[in-house]
């Protein structure tokens, strides 16, 4: 069974300054995914960013960033340029890659509470 | 736009009833999961749906029922057999990855 640790609860940072969450999973397969996701105050699930694990070049969307080290299976999220309205809670989370269309459930890590001040 | 909608927004529960939880999707993906989520914590699987007629068990499906006789409805039945039903139930699909998310319905107790 996969497991998904997020070992900060709660963070703060100020705005237009950088954040790092951190993640780290136990797993046995050498196939799969890892995706941060965000849920603000409106509690929608949003997609925050998505690692696929045989790629070794750490994905980027704009302002956020990983550090996938597999070896160390850690999966720390880096979010410059604080912005107000990145205050929510982070999910890091797992699915093993099934091959072709994979229909993988998610593990979830327990969440971290971020709050951008102005 | 296509996107997966969940019903009611909130839903109350009175002892010993079971209730439904609505999840529609129009994006036309193969798989439907139904998640938990209890305060301050991550998401914990209930059930999940691969294909129409077909689901499986995730993690805490005791006290759930589900049934998947479209490709776009997916609904959740929590019965009386689970006493501790209060949460926040989120509902996603996928082809492949990743996963989208309904709104969620928080469920209470009355």
């Known amino acids: 069974a996969q497991t998904v640790t997020q070992s900060q609860p709660e963070m703060s940072v100020q705005e237009a300054e950088t954040v790092t969450l951190s993640c780290t999973y136990d797993t046995s397969e050498n196939n799969y995914y890892l995706f941060w996701y965000k849920q603000p105050p409106s509690r929608q699930m949003i997609l925050v960013i998505r690692q696929e694990a045989y790629k070794q070049q750490n994905a980027t969307e704009n302002r956020f960033s990983v550090n996938f080290q597999k070896a160390a299976k850690s999966f720390s999220l880096k979010i410059s340029d604080s912005q107000l309205g990145d205050t929510a809670m982070y999910f890091c989370?797992?699915?093993?890659?099934?091959?072709?269309?994979?229909?993988?459930?998610?593990?979830f890590g327990q969440g971290t509470i971020l709050t951008v001040h102005p | 736009d296509g996107g997966i909608t969940q019903s009611p927004k909130y839903l109350f529960r009175k002892e010993g009833q079971n209730v439904t939880l609505s999840c529609e999707q129009n994006l036309n993906h193969d798989a439907m999961y139904w998640y938990r989520q209890d305060p301050g914590q991550g998401l914990r699987l209930i059930y999940y749906s691969q294909i129409v007629n077909d689901f499986q068990k995730g993690d805490i499906a005791e006290g759930y029922s589900v049934s998947r006789e479209k490709k776009e409805s997916f609904p959740l039945t929590v019965t009386s057999a689970q006493k501790n039903p209060t949460a926040f139930y989120l509902c996603?699909?996928?082809?492949?990855?990743?996963?989208?998310f309904g709104d969620g319905t928080r469920l209470s107790i009355l």
């Open positions: 989370a797992f699915t093993k890659n099934a091959g072709g269309t994979s229909y993988g459930k998610l593990t």
């Open positions: 996603a699909s996928s082809t492949g990855q990743p996963q989208h």
